[in-house]
């Protein structure tokens, strides 16, 4: 991978304030030619700094205003268990994120549901019968202050 320099790091910005934004707009804001802008951000996404583009959709527009953070603690902190729970959890359409974190759990998962019944549902289903799970610990987020906030570059 080569080097970010500073027109790259404005074309990275740009992107992330706007994945929609067409190749002459960012061009005309890094000043540059839309053929040089062209092949700089071809080049962000070839070596991997732009992992995709897509749409932000309006969870509330689709009956999932509601968002859950769940730690989860396996029963055993081997390979083999952690490498089970993560195949079967990636399986799960309602989780958004998954992290394995040092502390008092194993897992934080960032949850979309349609209310606090379809968490229930979710849960008592899904959740404590994915392999190794030995505890749950539910959070039900009541404001969302920054979500998805773009990386400061």
Do not use: W
Request: hydrophobic content about 45%; overall charge positive; some cysteine.
């Amino acid at each position: 991978m080569s080097a970010l320099d500073r027109m790259d790091l404005r074309i990275l910005r740009l992107l992330q304030q706007d994945g929609r934004m067409n190749n002459a707009e960012i061009a005309k804001r890094v000043n540059t030619s839309p053929a040089t802008c062209h092949r700089r951000t071809q080049r962000l996404f070839e070596e991997g700094y732009v992992r995709g583009v897509r749409a932000e959709i309006a969870p509330d527009k689709v009956e999932r205003g509601s968002l859950v953070m769940v730690g989860v603690v396996l029963d055993r902190s081997t390979p083999e268990s952690f490498g089970a729970f993560e195949a079967a959890v990636r399986k799960v359409p309602a989780v958004l994120d998954c992290h394995l974190v040092a502390g008092d759990f194993d897992y934080f998962l960032k949850i979309r549901v349609r209310d606090m019944a379809d968490f229930n549902r979710l849960h008592s289903e899904t959740l404590i019968a994915l392999p190794g799970v030995r505890q749950t610990r539910t959070f039900f987020v009541m404001k969302e202050v920054i979500d998805n906030a773009p990386l400061a570059l």
